[in-house]
């Protein structure tokens, strides 16, 4: 079983910027794909961004040149930094690890903007 944690959600201004930090735990010991999604209210959850085993990162186009994936040193943790967030970036976020054809989730963490 594989458990994720994410952290780092919060309320900030438009403009602001956060970190989400995400920690993959259990019986899985390569590095493997990795991703964020939000889920505002009403809405169905969408992608942010992904990061494959290799590095390779890809991302929703409303988030290009804001956000940004990155592993920790740490074996499958990833972080997403969010730059010039927007009220439109207000939802939960969670984390998510692909491993074995499987796909896990974090429980979400929420990330509030202002205006």
């Known amino acids: 079983q594989v458990q994720l944690v994410e952290s780092g959600g919060g309320l900030v201004q438009a403009g602001g910027s956060l970190r989400l930090s995400c920690a993959a735990s259990?019986?899985?010991?390569?590095?493997?794909?990795m991703g964020w999604y939000r889920q505002a209210p009403g809405k169905q959850r969408e992608l942010v961004a992904i990061?494959?085993?290799?590095?390779?990162?890809n991302y929703a186009d409303s988030v290009k040149g804001r956000f940004t994936i990155v592993r920790g040193t740490a074996k499958n943790t990833v972080y997403l930094q969010m730059n010039s967030l927007k009220p439109e970036d207000t939802a939960v976020y969670y984390c998510?690890?692909?491993?074995?054809?499987?796909?896990?989730w974090g429980k979400g963490t929420l990330v509030t903007v202002s205006s």
């Open positions: 998510n690890l692909v491993a074995r054809d499987m796909t896990y």
């Open positions: 259990g019986n899985i010991f390569t590095i493997n794909p």
């Open positions: 990061i494959t085993s290799i590095g390779s990162t």
